[in-house]
């Protein structure tokens, strides 16, 4: 790099010493502050992982206390006796613990007693000593006062229940169930149970409690953890005991029972799964991996999945309760260094202020020159993407930016000009490519549209020649607007028509459809301008026009001097002639067979005629275009339409009399139809085909057709 200015070295020198020293001591407090907000974050989640324990610990305990009471205090004589004194014990202890879901106690004989606190509180007994077990629940409100009484079955039997087996097991001792889901209430929790034998050593009770562990959930919602930090309580079973209200989970399988609780595989983030499957697997692969951390995070492990680092750790519980249960803990390491960042971002902050201060006077001249120079680079591409009318003069007091501006200026000035006489599709095109335009061409497959005014002559008999002017300069601009809008090269200006086309310079997939579009609204376009007039009958202002398709020569075309992108051949004849061809059918629109294959879905055709082709050719079918499918065609018109086709299909297969028949049966609804008295004149003279006497039938020799 060449430096020729001593106030260019000056400044980049002193740019550089303060970008030297801002770095260092970016750094440097950056990595004192990473290592206070690990260590803190390290305590922090120390802390919450004995709360978690410790209150895991105390939502169990207290309910086995509950157990333990009510094995001395429970009646062991019968519940049937003392049920309501029973009622009233379980209902004051789910009143002092929210966390208990239901408290009961079952008779070997089958006698069932319960009091349940969600999702209403009710109270519920089986009475099975009778012939017929009877079973009572009472819905009452919060003060215990009865609301409703409902009489049921007594279908549950305690006796075939799991905990009921399994405190009979634990011979005196609690058994403690595994998590799961209570189906009732769709939460998750355990069921405590305890079995009471009377003096004869014998099964008198069986007491239990349904223990809801929806608050561990929400206790860990509530832990001040950093941005993105999960905590969660998994079992022996990887699955998830509690966990944030906010994680979201992948849908359940179809083979999942309603009771189980989700594992966490089930976690819908992948990097908390594979980080707990990294931290208790400790394997390793190409994109992800598990180190052990040191410093201020000893004891906890780095996970990295995705790109991104996660610190992990899990914290076995202590109890036996809660035997195999852990907390598992993932914190994004980005999180844990966001203050350490924000000190980092503070400190580049100011040394930018301090450096944009220093550099602010010498960018006060530099403005002044860069800026105007900013806005002819920006004239420039203008100029290059030939947005002309977005160019504007640049006003400086140098010379040489003002002579810049000029000698743009006058370049935006003659490309307007020639773009009128160059098609606008070529012009854009040849500019953006930057290449030599010599003379060359291709074959192309072409959808050809040429039309214009039907009756120019009868204008020019009643208009004098600079109205003539005016009206055709009127009627061929909105022709061109048309076209140019759907995406049409127009090619030429043929006296009163105009000729375009699709498919090249640019390949256009649905050039049929927008040709058949565009002289929908060319003909409507036409009409308005007549009637907008008023100066001509608006009949002899309408348009005729003709759409095929087939393949021709385009390209530049011309002398080395002068060229033109235009389109040539056999199929831009006939296209020209087909628009001429309207007056004898009395049509304003005619489409040949290859366009009306392709859009037959999408617009109203009328099945005009076959039309000969010289030399053996096949012939060719034409077809009225009578409007898009999106508008309803009147049934009036619908029925004419078959009711021709009808006719021209008996007249093609040489059925020359119920042709005829047909045809005059139109004739006397429509008995000016230029198509009509053509089609009866065929079937007079036993023609099956048009003969092609009149000159403006003529099609041109396919022959030469590419």
């Not at 169990?60 to 006796?81: D, F, S």
């Not at 039997?157 to 209430?185: C, H, K, M």
């Not at 030939?386 to 200026?409: D, G, H, K, W, Y």
């Amino acid at each position: 790099m060449s430096i020729r200015s001593y106030r260019s070295a000056f400044i980049l020198l002193f740019t550089v010493l303060l970008v030297l020293t801002t770095v260092a001591v970016g750094y440097n407090a950056y990595r004192r502050a990473s290592a206070v907000s690990l260590g803190l974050s390290a305590d922090i989640i120390d802390q919450m992982s004995e709360k978690v324990a410790d209150r895991t610990v105390a939502i169990l305990q207290a309910a086995y206390g509950y157990l333990e009471m009510n094995a001395l205090v429970v009646p062991q004589h019968g519940l049937a006796a003392d049920r309501d004194q029973v009622f009233r014990l379980f209902w004051r202890q789910l009143e002092l613990s929210p966390q208990l879901l239901s408290i009961f106690a079952a008779e070997p004989s089958g006698g069932f007693l319960q009091v349940r606190d969600n999702p209403q509180l009710v109270t519920r007994y089986i009475d099975r000593s009778g012939t017929r077990p009877r079973e009572q629940l009472i819905y009452r409100d919060q003060d215990y006062a009865p609301i409703a009484h409902i009489e049921g079955g007594g279908l549950f039997d305690p006796r075939e229940s799991a905990w009921y087996i399994g405190a009979l097991a634990a011979q005196g001792n609690v058994s403690w169930s595994s998590v799961y889901r209570f189906t009732s209430v769709q939460k998750p929790g355990v069921t405590a149970a305890k079995t009471v034998y009377g003096e004869d050593g014998k099964p008198v009770l069986v007491l239990g409690v349904d223990i809801a562990l929806e608050g561990l959930s929400d206790f860990l919602s509530d832990q001040p953890l950093a941005k993105g930090a999960v905590a969660m309580i998994v079992d022996q079973r990887d699955r998830l005991v509690a966990y944030p209200f906010y994680l979201k989970l992948k849908p359940p399988s179809p083979d999942r029972f309603e009771e189980d609780l989700p594992m966490v595989s089930d976690l819908a983030d992948p990097a908390l799964a594979r980080a707990y499957e990294l931290l208790k697997s400790g394997t390793s692969g190409h994109e992800d991996q598990r180190t052990q951390s040191s410093g201020p995070l000893q004891g906890f492990e780095v996970t990295r999945t995705g790109g991104v680092s996660y610190i992990a750790r899990i914290h076995h519980f202590p109890s036996h309760w809660t035997e195999g249960w852990k907390l598992f803990v993932v914190v994004p390491e980005a999180s844990l260094l966001t203050t350490a960042e924000r000190l980092l971002s503070e400190s580049a902050v100011i040394s930018l202020i301090i450096l944009t201060v220093a550099l602010f006077l010498v960018s006060l001249l530099a403005m002044r020159l860069f800026k105007p120079l900013r806005k002819l680079v920006k004239n420039t591409e203008l100029v290059r993407q030939m947005r002309l009318s977005e160019v504007e003069p640049v006003p400086s007091n140098f010379t040489e930016i003002q002579s810049m501006s000029a000698a743009i200026c006058g370049m935006k000035q003659g490309l307007e000009t020639l773009e009128k006489f160059v098609p606008a599709t070529v012009f854009h095109g040849l500019i953006a490519s930057g290449a030599e335009v010599r003379p060359e061409a291709e074959v192309r497959e072409l959808v050809l549209v040429c039309g214009g005014m039907a009756e120019l002559g009868g204008l020019c008999r009643i208009l004098p020649p600079e109205r003539i002017s005016a009206v055709l300069t009127e009627q061929l601009d909105g022709l061109t607007r048309v076209l140019v809008r759907l995406g049409a090269m127009v090619d030429d200006y043929l006296g009163e028509s105009v000729l375009a086309f699709w498919g090249a310079p640019v390949e256009i997939e649905d050039g049929a459809a927008r040709a058949c579009r565009a002289v929908l609204q060319c003909l409507q376009t036409g009409s308005e301008l007549a009637e907008k007039d008023g100066s001509y009958p608006s009949d002899m202002a309408q348009n005729q026009f003709a759409v095929h398709s087939g393949p021709c020569i385009v390209g530049n075309i011309g002398s080395q001097r002068y060229l033109t992108y235009t389109a040539v051949g056999d199929n831009v004849e006939l296209t020209w002639r087909l628009k001429q061809i309207n007056r004898a059918y009395g049509t304003r629109a005619i489409v040949t067979a290859p366009v009306r294959q392709k859009v037959a879905e999408d617009f109203w055709f009328r099945w005009l005629d076959r039309l000969p082709m010289p030399q053996g050719a096949e012939p060719l079918d034409l077809f009225e275009l009578q409007g898009e499918r999106v508008v309803p065609l009147a049934v009036e018109a619908q029925l004419f339409s078959r009711a021709y086709e009808r006719g021209l299909e008996a007249l093609l297969a040489g059925r020359f009399d119920s042709a005829d028949a047909a045809f005059a049966s139109l004739q006397s609804q429509r008995p000016d139809d230029p198509a009509l008295r053509l089609m009866r004149r065929r079937c007079t003279t036993r023609s099956v085909l048009p003969c092609m006497v009149d000159e403006e039938m003529q099609p041109p020799d396919p022959a030469g057709i590419p």
